[in-house]
């Protein structure tokens, strides 16, 4: 379902596209690389010790996936209650199975005037 056209930065091109590179941008001018490192560490070993509880771990579905989305929730100062929902939603949104056809239409937001 990701690719299905969207109105995001990936899709829109011209000034559209150019406001919504500016945004990203701006928003990674405020990352610390040493911190974000650090960040990095610390929900990978958080991850990995929760793979190693595991009876059958999928290393993608357990640790590969879930890790970029957490750094960026962590990063950008999400509280849990909706970090998570945000990782799962995203999650869905790249499965193969019709929960990403279900996602796209939880995802989708009016577009701007």
Do not use: Y
Not at 18 to 25: D, K, P, Q, S, Y
Not at 60 to 80: K, R, S, Y
Not at 85 to 98: E, N, R, S
Request: neutral net charge; aromatic residues 6%; contains cysteine.
């Amino acid at each position: 379902m990701m690719t299905q056209p969207r109105r995001s930065a990936l899709w829109l091109d011209a000034d559209a596209h150019a406001r919504l590179r500016g945004a990203i941008t701006d928003s990674l001018a405020w990352v610390d690389s040493h911190a974000l490192a650090t960040t990095v560490a610390r929900i990978a070993d958080r991850l990995l010790d929760r793979v190693t509880l595991l009876e059958h771990a999928d290393l993608v579905t357990d640790f590969a996936d879930p890790l970029p989305m957490q750094v960026l929730i962590e990063m950008f100062g999400c509280p849990p209650a909706l970090g998570r929902p945000i990782v799962i939603a995203i999650a869905k949104l790249f499965d193969t199975t019709q929960d990403a056809a279900r996602a796209t239409l939880n995802w989708r937001r009016p577009a701007s005037p």
